[in-house]
């Protein structure tokens, strides 16, 4: 066994098994339950919008030539493929067009928990509490992530937390799932922090989306072989030569924060941020800002000058996109996008649009403003319209995700499955079995 780190946040590894594999829903407050529901609606409306668009027809060409048989669904389509696959491809299209909650954390921890769920005929009930174990193991461990801002922590070195924290997150939700042991859940945690990665170079390709992907069916394959046996080392977090000394250095008081409220404060009783706008978080201020100036105002864009705006570098790694998927992470294009049709929706991310004359002019104009606190737009006739950046809007309560997972949906599932999928996943606890729900999320064979 390796030698603990000192100060590395003893038996971690332990508090995030022995969290697993004794969680009760009776022991989450009522609105961790709510929340974690709307979580649910929300993403798999964005992923099987994801079927319809340039990634989701790439990843159902993989599965079509790569993925094994089983009963697990491919959402939104009539495919159905192994656990482990379908973890993989659900996972990759829930992130696939940036459109997931702002925490990121449901993409994996719900493509392994439905497909374990799916796979063994489990309960309504089990499905969730696998669900909201992983979210929370995921979320518990987010300080490592929290001060990249500053230059502190693995995050500001190019890691990213969806692909390091991910697989030991959907490996907590496919134990519990499972009935794992104790230890067994230990050995799926070892097995999993060894098997992580992601760059935020990634961010506006194709690789970002892959990497929730990557750590759903990782974290399930990781829970299987603890299963079934396989060992590694209980501290492989926090010991000598561990994930944390690997990612570091990681100032003490980050490790000590590590899972120190898990199962008492439960993140999902928090506000969730669920967004409107199918982009990075990083582009929403300015796009919002955005909008409203050209509501406003009325501007036309053969009269724009200039736009000055934090085109925010990091995270936003493509500045002038040569693809449309790389808009999404991209202030310029979503500005130019805004300006023109007044609205962002999530099918604006083509290449046809990026290609546009008007576009590329609008592109040019953006100039960097590090830390500006407003979007200021110049006019050719010397006018000078500013807006305060805001924090960016979310989406609240049942009615506004049902709209948004109507809006998602509408073009890919019956109505019928749209009703049942909504009805259903409202009262996940009674569902005697989560099939129920799976087969609403099946859309007629083409």
Same mark, same amino acid.
């Given at each position: 066994?390796?030698?603990?780190?000192?100060n590395s946040g003893?038996?971690?590894?332990?508090?995030?098994?022995?969290?697993?594999?004794?969680f009760?829903l009776?022991?989450?407050?009522?609105?961790a339950l709510d929340?974690?529901?709307?979580?649910?609606?929300?993403?798999?409306?964005?992923a099987?919008?994801?079927t319809?668009?340039?990634?989701?027809a790439n990843?159902?060409?993989?599965?079509?030539?790569?993925?094994s048989?089983?009963?697990?669904?491919?959402?939104?389509?009539?495919?159905?493929a192994?656990?482990?696959?379908?973890?993989?491809i659900?996972g990759t299209?829930?992130?696939?067009?940036?459109?997931?909650?702002?925490?990121?954390?449901?993409?994996?921890?719900?493509?392994?928990?439905?497909a374990?769920s799916?796979?063994?005929?489990?309960?309504?009930v089990?499905?969730?509490?696998a669900f909201i174990?992983?979210?929370?193991?995921?979320?518990?461990l987010?300080?490592l992530?929290?001060?990249?801002?500053?230059g502190i922590?693995?995050?500001?070195?190019?890691?990213?937390?969806n692909?390091i &924290? /991910?697989p @030991?997150a959907?490996?907590?939700? $496919?134990?519990h #799932?499972?009935n794992l042991?104790?230890t067994?859940? +230990? %050995?799926?945690?070892?097995?999993?922090a060894?098997?992580?990665g992601?760059?935020?170079?990634d961010?506006?390709?194709?690789?970002?989306?892959?990497?929730?992907?990557?750590?759903?069916a990782t974290?399930?394959?990781c829970?299987?072989?603890?299963?079934?046996?396989f060992?590694?080392?209980?501290?492989?977090i926090?010991?000598?030569?561990?994930?944390?000394e690997a &990612? /570091?250095? @990681?100032?003490?008081?980050?490790v $000590?924060?590590? #899972?120190?409220?898990?199962?008492?404060?439960?993140q +999902? %009783?928090h506000e969730?941020?669920?967004?409107?706008?199918a982009?990075?978080?990083?582009?929403?201020?300015?796009?919002e800002?955005?909008?409203r100036?050209?509501r406003?105002?009325d501007?036309?864009?053969?009269?724009?000058?200039?736009?000055?705006?934090?085109?925010?570098?990091?995270?936003l790694?493509?500045?002038i996109?040569?693809r449309?998927?790389e808009?999404?992470?991209?202030?310029?294009?979503?500005?130019a996008? $805004?300006?023109i049709h007044r609205?962002?929706n999530?099918?604006d991310f083509?290449d046809?649009?990026v290609?546009?004359?008007?576009v590329?002019?609008?592109?040019?104009?953006v100039?960097?403003t590090?830390?500006?606190p407003?979007?200021?737009v110049n006019?050719?006739?010397?006018?000078?319209?500013?807006e305060?950046?805001?924090t960016?809007s979310?989406?609240h309560?049942?009615d506004?995700?049902?709209n948004k997972f109507r809006a998602?949906?509408?073009?890919?599932?019956?109505?019928?499955?749209?009703? $049942?999928?909504?009805?259903?996943v409202h009262?996940l606890?009674?569902?005697?079995?989560?099939q129920s729900?799976t087969?609403?999320?099946k859309?007629?064979?083409?």
């Amino acid at each position: 066994m390796a030698e603990d780190k000192p100060n590395s946040g003893q038996k971690l590894s332990h508090k995030l098994a022995n969290f697993t594999a004794n969680f009760s829903l009776e022991t989450a407050p009522a609105k961790a339950l709510d929340n974690a529901k709307l979580a649910i609606l929300d993403c798999l409306g964005v992923a099987m919008l994801a079927t319809s668009q340039e990634i989701g027809a790439n990843l159902l060409k993989f599965a079509n030539a790569n993925s094994s048989a089983g009963a697990c669904t491919i959402w939104g389509t009539s495919r159905t493929a192994s656990p482990r696959d379908a973890a993989l491809i659900n996972g990759t299209l829930a992130h696939g067009l940036d459109y997931d909650d702002r925490n990121h954390s449901t993409t994996y921890t719900l493509a392994t928990s439905l497909a374990v769920s799916e796979q063994l005929n489990l309960s309504g009930v089990k499905m969730l509490a696998a669900f909201i174990v992983g979210r929370e193991v995921r979320n518990s461990l987010d300080a490592l992530f929290g001060r990249r801002g500053d230059g502190i922590g693995p995050g500001a070195k190019g890691w990213h937390s969806n692909g390091i &924290l /991910g697989p @030991i997150a959907a490996a907590c939700s $496919a134990s519990h #799932a499972l009935n794992l042991s104790t230890t067994e859940t +230990l %050995a799926a945690i070892g097995l999993a922090a060894g098997s992580c990665g992601a760059l935020t170079r990634d961010g506006g390709t194709m690789a970002k989306p892959f990497r929730t992907g990557h750590a759903a069916a990782t974290g399930l394959t990781c829970a299987l072989l603890a299963q079934n046996g396989f060992s590694s080392d209980d501290i492989a977090i926090e010991g000598r030569f561990g994930l944390l000394e690997a &990612l /570091g250095p @990681i100032p003490d008081d980050l490790v $000590a924060a590590l #899972a120190r409220e898990l199962g008492v404060n439960f993140q +999902l %009783a928090h506000e969730l941020r669920i967004k409107p706008h199918a982009s990075c978080t990083a582009t929403h201020n300015g796009l919002e800002a955005m909008l409203r100036l050209a509501r406003q105002h009325d501007l036309k864009p053969e009269n724009i000058e200039s736009i000055e705006c934090d085109q925010k570098p990091y995270p936003l790694v493509r500045q002038i996109p040569q693809r449309g998927y790389e808009g999404r992470f991209s202030m310029a294009y979503c500005l130019a996008i $805004a300006l023109i049709h007044r609205q962002l929706n999530p099918g604006d991310f083509i290449d046809r649009n990026v290609t546009q004359p008007l576009v590329q002019d609008l592109m040019r104009r953006v100039r960097h403003t590090p830390g500006g606190p407003a979007l200021v737009v110049n006019l050719k006739n010397g006018a000078r319209l500013e807006e305060k950046l805001q924090t960016p809007s979310d989406l609240h309560g049942w009615d506004e995700v049902e709209n948004k997972f109507r809006a998602a949906t509408g073009a890919i599932l019956n109505s019928r499955n749209i009703a $049942a999928a909504i009805d259903q996943v409202h009262a996940l606890e009674s569902l005697a079995s989560i099939q129920s729900l799976t087969q609403s999320l099946k859309s007629s064979p083409t």
